[in-house]
């Protein structure tokens, strides 16, 4: 936990920069943060192939650090770590993407169950089971759960990604972006925020009990999947399975009722 003296510190680096935007203060808020780094990295590598280098996710997060500093707005009333953290997770997604390190037949394969799904949440109006969208893709329930294995090992599937579904844009939402300001209230935002994690909530309902708890445990308790899997009574590659298709779930729903997701 940083002192009081370095709160300060940091403070006065903050108004510095905003005023100025000098190149020394930016330079040593990238010093005070790069720890973020580090964290956001460890947690993205844990859901990566061994032959994927730490210190290239660490290189990849510091553009995202960098990025966030030059457009964080001190005068919104959120915390510069809460709003970091996404900026540098989704850096690193995106150079990963570029990278193409996940086959492409794997990547068609997610967006198939993703469409099936939302197709049979239109047409049943409830969330569909395996059986009924693995007859949705014409595939046997065996394939969709080697689908959501293969899925689960080579992929980054995130919270995250639901609030930022176009990494070409740079004002794309983060969970950071949809906190409410009570300083600087926004109507339309605030309404639009509310529907979405309305819409969320019912989605996570109509969840699996195990797919609940999973996203419980790994987004809110911040347990990692081997210790979610310990928990369940699982293996830790079930966990990540069962982490997969919740989100799978999840993105679905929010694309069929907002549209957000491409």
């Known amino acids: 936990m940083n002192h009081p003296q370095q709160r300060d510190d940091v403070a006065s680096l903050w108004e510095r920069y905003a005023a100025t935007r000098d190149e020394a203060a930016r330079e040593q808020l990238i010093l005070n943060y790069s720890p973020l780094v580090k964290f956001v990295a460890g947690r993205v590598a844990t859901k990566l192939p061994n032959t994927v280098e730490s210190a290239d996710l660490i290189s990849y997060g510091i553009f995202g650090l960098i ?24 850096a690193i997604i995106d150079e990963l993407r570029a990278l193409d390190w996940v086959p ?32 949705e893709l014409g595939i046997s329930s065996k394939d969709l759960q080697d689908a959501y294995a293969k899925i689960s090992y080579t992929s980054i599937v995130s919270f995250d990604e639901i609030w930022a579904p176009n990494s070409d844009r740079d004002d794309k939402g983060t969970l950071a972006s949809v906190v409410k300001d009570e300083r600087a209230p926004d109507p339309v935002a605030s309404f639009e925020s509310e529907e979405i994690k309305e819409i969320l909530a019912g989605a996570i309902e109509k969840l699996s009990e195990r797919e609940r708890t999973v996203v419980a445990l790994y987004y809110y308790d911040g347990l990692p999947l081997k210790e979610i899997g310990q928990v369940l009574g699982v293996t830790e590659s079930r966990a990540s399975q069962l982490h997969t298709k919740a989100v799978m779930r999840l993105r679905a729903r929010l694309r069929a009722a907002t549209g957000y997701i491409a």
């Open 67 to 90: 990025d966030a500093i030059q457009k964080f707005d001190t005068e919104r009333g959120i915390k510069f770590e809460t709003y970091a953290i996404s900026r540098i997770r989704g």
């Open 104 to 135: 492409r037949s794997v990547r068609a394969r997610a967006r198939d169950i993703e469409n099936a799904i939302a197709t049979l949440e239109g047409r049943l109006s409830r969330t569909p089971d395996d059986s009924e969208v693995a007859a």
